[in-house]
Structure formats: C-alpha cells, structure tokens
C-alpha cells in the first residue's frame, strides 16, 4: 500500500521548498515502437496514462500506409524534440532522434513521391499545374 | 517563422454527421482551455523566458498545440458535413448555425467567443510556467469530458490522442521546474531591499546543490538580470 514509484527521491531535499510544486526528473527510457507510440499519443511509456484504463493495443496494422509512417515518425520526432528542449545532453534521446529522422526523411521521401508533395516547397511543376491546391485538404478527411 | 505540412498529426475520418457533438467539440478550439488558448498562451510567453530550455519547449509545445488546434477544427467541420435543416434544429446546432453557418468560428461549448483574456502572459518566467501546467490539466480535463459524453469511435480515438498529449505536455513542465527554483529561491528567502546574507547564503547554496545549473546561470548576464531583478521586484 502507498507504494507509489514516482515518490522516488530525483530532487535533492535541500531543494525542496514550500509553496512550489516538484514534478520528477523523466529520465528517457525505452520509447514505445513508432507504431505503437502513435496510437498511444506519446513515445514514453511511462507517460502513457489513458482515460478510464484502457489497455495499450497494437493499432494501424491494417493501415501501414505511406502517410501513416510519416505521421508515425513525424510524431515521434515531434516528441523527442520537446524532450531534447528540456534534457539537451541526454545521449540516449540524441540517439532516438538520428534513428527518427532518418526514418522519417526516408517515408516523406516515399509518400511525395507517390502522392504529391507534403508542403508548398516540394511541388513537382513538371506537370505545368500546381498540384499543391489540389484536393483534398488535410481537414477534409479523405487523405488517406 | 513557420511552415504548413498538408496533413494532419493524427487522422481525422469521421464517417457520421453529428452537430450536437460538434456543438461540443468545439469548445476545444475557442473554449476557456481549448488549443487556440494553448498554442496562443506558450508563443505569447516564451519571450519573457530566461532559459534556453524554456524557449525550445515554449516555442516547441507552442507549435504543437497549432496542429492541434487544426485536428480539433477538422473534426468540427466533418461533423457538420451535409446537415439539413431538420438535423441542425434537431442537435441544437441552430443557434450556431445562424450566425456562422458551418464555418469554423473559435467559440466555448456555450457559445462564448474565444478571447485572449482565457490566458495570462505575465512576464514573470515562474508564474507563466505554472499557469501553463494548470493549462494542461485544465484541457484533459475538457477530453476527459468529451470522452464521457461521445461515443462515436471516429470522434473518440483523435480525443484520445490529444488527451495523451495534455498528459505529456504537463510532465514537460519537469525541466522547466526545476530552473525555476534557482529564481525562486532567493525570491522567497527575500527579507529586506536588497540581497540579505540569507538570501545570498541559499545562492551559494543552490550553486552547490546544482552546479550545472548555476554554472549556467552565473555565466549569462540575462540571468544574472533576471535574479537581480527577483531582488528588487520585491522590494517593498
């Protein structure tokens, strides 16, 4: 009982100080697979703390396709990133990062080049038309 | 500076038109703790942030929180896809309906329109950063809501994902905590008009405790300023 792991001491007690509030330091374990990360919306597992307690399930399975993957390694980035912001010499979450951009230039590279570009900077004009207004937007929920 | 990606950062493919939900939904886009609030709230306040760690996680969440807005935006606007008149009566969509059709307008659940006086930009780096963490528990709540009250799985797994996000976005606040002690500290140890000797002794004591930490803080005369500016803040 009471055996809460996040009341493990990460902040030295002459630090601690009335009136403030104490979050512990988040050291970068293993991250979740992409794929799993992406459906649980976070790469921690130690931050994956859903409503009503649902269980983790594998999802997009049956939807690996080309803009999945750079949602996935997007997300992924978006995330490490903001971890980086605030643990900027951490080696580990360095690492995570060249593994994730590398994944993520590679399925970019691979959805433009199938379906068109993913900003206005990577417009094939070969065509004559600027195929960046073409239909559909992003909100209309037809992209995939 | 910013650029657009044409896609979303989590699908948004509702196969079912619901403007009592759309209704809803909404307040997370100009609601009191929706994510034009959030994404407004971080890029207002990082200016006044002393540490570099602050204003990559400000301007980083900041960003974050536009796509989100986007996602939210999608999801309102697929609800209201095709509507006749008798489903917008129907779902007390009707009051919306008639000052903005079905374009997309920033407003909370009960209609109020989205205003910057839902967020706060205070200058102070402490009480910004904490205002941010109530944000973020202030807007899973709001998912927490949602998710009570729809049951449609095309809704629900985009809230779900945001939801996770408030969840993490809170915990980014770890960093941001900790620098803030080295200001506050000598704040609350602040008896008299000028740096006491206690207060001076909890500096040398900090510096002990978090040498990184304070090695940056002594080296860069922005944050040299900003803790003399503690001092005198509170003079009284």
Not at chain 1, 39 to 63: C, H, N, Q
Not at chain 2, 174 to 185: D, F, G, N, Q
Request: hydrophobic residues 35%.
């Amino acid at each position: 009982m009471n055996k809460n792991p996040q009341t493990k001491e990460s902040i030295p007690a002459g630090l601690l100080s009335l009136a403030m509030a104490f979050v512990p330091t988040q050291e970068f374990d293993t991250p979740y697979d992409p794929v799993l990360a992406f459906s649980r919306g976070t790469i921690f597992p130690a931050l994956d703390k859903p409503f009503l307690g649902e269980e983790a399930v594998p999802a997009m399975t049956d939807k690996a396709k080309l803009l999945g993957r750079v949602r996935m390694y997007d997300f992924a980035l978006v995330e490490v990133i903001e971890y980086l912001d605030g643990h900027p010499d951490n080696a580990a979450a360095l690492k995570y990062y060249n593994e994730m951009r590398t994944a993520f230039d590679k399925a970019a590279a691979e959805y433009e080049d199938a379906f068109g570009p993913l900003t206005a900077r990577e417009v094939d004009t070969r065509s004559g038309h600027w195929t960046w207004i073409d239909d559909p937007w992003p909100w209309e929920g037809a992209e995939d | 500076m910013w650029s657009y990606d044409k896609r979303l950062q989590f699908p948004v493919k509702i196969k079912n038109p619901n403007p009592q939900t759309a209704k809803i939904v909404i307040s997370q886009l100009g609601g009191p703790d929706g994510e034009l609030g959030a994404s407004m709230r971080y890029l207002n306040q990082r200016y006044a942030m002393p540490y570099k760690e602050c204003k990559g996680i400000l301007t980083d969440i900041g960003t974050e929180e536009l796509a989100h807005m986007e996602m939210i935006s999608a999801i309102v606007y697929q609800l209201t896809r095709n509507l006749t008149p008798e489903q917008i009566k129907e779902g007390g969509f009707d009051a919306y309906f008639v000052d903005h059709t079905t374009g997309i307008y920033p407003q909370s659940a009960s209609g109020v329109p989205w205003s910057a006086a839902t967020f706060q930009s205070k200058g102070d780096p402490i009480t910004d950063l904490f205002e941010d963490m109530a944000a973020e528990q202030k807007a899973r709540t709001t998912y927490d809501n949602l998710l009570r009250l729809i049951d449609d799985p095309d809704v629900r797994e985009p809230l779900k994902f945001l939801r996770e996000r408030e969840v993490v976005h809170f915990h980014r606040s770890e960093t941001r905590c900790a620098l803030c002690r080295i200001i506050w500290m000598p704040r609350t140890t602040m008896p008299t008009t000028r740096p006491s000797t206690s207060a001076q002794r909890e500096i040398t004591h900090l510096q002990e405790m978090v040498p990184d930490r304070l090695l940056f803080c002594a080296n860069t005369a922005s944050i040299q300023g900003t803790v003399q500016n503690k001092f005198e803040h509170f003079t009284m």
